[in-house]
């Protein structure tokens, strides 16, 4: 009896080697992705934000490429991420309120997408709730005026019945069984490659193009104290990024609807602070601010220059509030669109690595 449990043992545990190795043969290793960072990124910015839980992978990339614009992860199949984030507009939405799958409004305007690997606090949305861009991506695919769907069991139930997905996900992380953690991973990997970096502008930077004197100008009232003031929320050319990331009352209103930072916080001191948009792709990006209430840059710049509106958590850097605002003249209200401008990127909008294939 002893001998035949002893042999029953032995042909267990080499079976069960054998089925090991056999799996660990035929596992897919995923192809590390070789992110390319701008070269004013690699010499201005520290490293970019990749989580060691979600390393940025050829498959991984690919699906959550596949995935951003697929209408699969609507609840009737008629809206992708692509819908709301439309890669001609920075993938920003030229609406100033996207419309769901319902037909009904969002309550913000679409944030442009680029750089995020580079948002050091990682937090995302106008307010920023949702730390961290896997936790970002799970939210539009439930909620009712994006793509609808009651919960997520729905969604995942139509990636594992789906030909192509199951297969996709095992070369990307090693399983067939679809969840929506893997699902937000992979679109992260896609948004942390998009990366816009080759304006008029950065040109400049690098030597590789002059700005014209009215551009010149545009510059100096974009770095003046005494004129823009822009630069404190909106970069410069230490910070590419063109946004600080940060939460501020820019004084848009007397009183608030939307309570912004506020409303996530629960601090009255937070109260009308919404996240500083970038400033490059401006070109593209129609309509401006977090409620999409500008058309133009024009209007925009007319906010800064005589809009201002004192309310109680109006940020300090609105130093001129008293006065309405900065009182730029015409001639350097124009020279500062003209600058504003040069930070556009049309090679981004036009990039093959950023459109659906």
Same mark, same amino acid.
């Given at each position: 009896?002893?001998?035949?449990?002893?042999?029953? %043992?032995?042909?267990?545990? *080499?079976?069960?080697?054998?089925?090991?190795?056999? !799996?660990?043969?035929?596992? @897919?290793?995923? +192809?590390?992705?070789?992110?390319?960072?701008?070269?004013?990124?690699?010499?201005?910015?520290?490293?970019?934000?990749?989580? +060691?839980?979600?390393?940025?992978?050829?498959?991984?990339?690919?699906?959550?490429?596949?995935?951003?614009?697929?209408?699969?992860? %609507?609840?009737?199949?008629?809206?992708?991420?692509?819908?709301?984030?439309?890669?001609?507009?920075?993938?920003?939405?030229?609406?100033?309120?996207?419309? $769901?799958?319902?037909?009904?409004?969002?309550?913000?305007?679409?944030?442009?997408?680029?750089?995020?690997?580079?948002?050091?606090?990682?937090? @995302?949305?106008?307010?920023?709730?949702?730390?961290?861009?896997?936790?970002?991506?799970?939210?539009? *695919?439930? #909620?009712?005026?994006?793509?609808?769907?009651?919960?997520?069991?729905?969604?995942?139930?139509?990636?594992? /019945?789906?030909?192509?997905?199951?297969?996709?996900? /095992?070369?990307?992380?090693? !399983? %067939? !069984?679809?969840?929506?953690?893997?699902?937000?991973?992979?679109?992260?990997?896609?948004?942390?490659? +998009? +990366?816009?970096? /080759? %304006?008029?502008?950065?040109?400049?930077?690098?030597?590789?193009?002059?700005?014209?004197?009215?551009?010149?100008?545009?510059? #100096? *009232?974009?770095? #003046?104290?005494?004129?823009?003031?822009?630069?404190?929320?909106?970069?410069?050319?230490?910070?590419?990024?063109?946004?600080?990331?940060?939460?501020? /009352?820019?004084?848009?209103?007397?009183?608030?609807?939307?309570?912004?930072? $506020?409303?996530?916080?629960?601090?009255?001191?937070?109260?009308?602070?919404?996240?500083?948009?970038?400033?490059?792709?401006?070109? @593209?990006?129609?309509?401006?601010?977090?409620? $999409?209430?500008?058309? !133009?840059?024009?209007?925009?710049?007319?906010? @800064?220059?005589?809009?201002?509106?004192?309310?109680?958590?109006?940020?300090?850097?609105?130093?001129?509030?008293?006065?309405?605002?900065?009182?730029?003249?015409?001639?350097?209200?124009?020279?500062?669109?003209?600058?504003?401008?040069?930070?556009? #990127?049309?090679?981004?909008?036009?990039?093959?690595?950023?459109?659906?294939?």
């Amino acid at each position: 009896m002893r001998y035949w449990i002893t042999l029953c %043992s032995i042909i267990l545990v *080499v079976l069960s080697c054998s089925k090991t190795d056999e !799996t660990s043969q035929n596992a @897919y290793v995923p +192809i590390p992705y070789q992110l390319e960072i701008p070269p004013l990124f690699e010499e201005k910015l520290i490293d970019p934000i990749i989580p +060691i839980n979600n390393p940025l992978t050829v498959e991984g990339v690919s699906l959550g490429k596949r995935l951003f614009f697929d209408n699969i992860l %609507s609840i009737d199949n008629s809206k992708a991420c692509a819908s709301c984030h439309l890669p001609q507009n920075a993938f920003s939405d030229p609406n100033q309120l996207s419309i $769901g799958v319902s037909g009904g409004l969002g309550s913000r305007n679409s944030m442009p997408l680029f750089n995020l690997a580079w948002n050091f606090d990682d937090k @995302y949305f106008w307010d920023g709730h949702a730390l961290g861009l896997e936790q970002q991506a799970l939210e539009p *695919v439930i #909620d009712p005026n994006e793509l609808g769907n009651l919960d997520w069991s729905t969604v995942e139930q139509k990636l594992n /019945n789906h030909p192509e997905y199951p297969t996709l996900f /095992n070369q990307a992380f090693g !399983t %067939s !069984t679809i969840t929506k953690e893997l699902v937000s991973k992979a679109i992260a990997q896609f948004e942390r490659i +998009i +990366i816009s970096a /080759n %304006s008029k502008f950065d040109k400049f930077l690098n030597g590789q193009a002059t700005l014209t004197p009215q551009e010149q100008n545009g510059f #100096d *009232v974009f770095m #003046d104290e005494e004129r823009g003031d822009c630069f404190h929320c909106h970069g410069n050319p230490n910070n590419p990024l063109w946004t600080d990331n940060q939460f501020h /009352n820019n004084g848009l209103d007397a009183s608030f609807t939307d309570l912004g930072l $506020g409303q996530v916080t629960g601090n009255p001191n937070d109260n009308g602070k919404f996240r500083s948009p970038s400033l490059r792709n401006l070109a @593209y990006t129609a309509p401006y601010m977090h409620d $999409g209430r500008f058309t !133009t840059l024009d209007q925009v710049i007319e906010q @800064y220059s005589t809009g201002l509106k004192a309310s109680s958590t109006i940020d300090p850097l609105m130093k001129k509030v008293d006065q309405g605002g900065v009182n730029l003249s015409n001639q350097d209200k124009a020279d500062l669109k003209a600058f504003l401008l040069t930070l556009s #990127d049309p090679s981004f909008i036009n990039n093959p690595a950023f459109l659906p294939q």
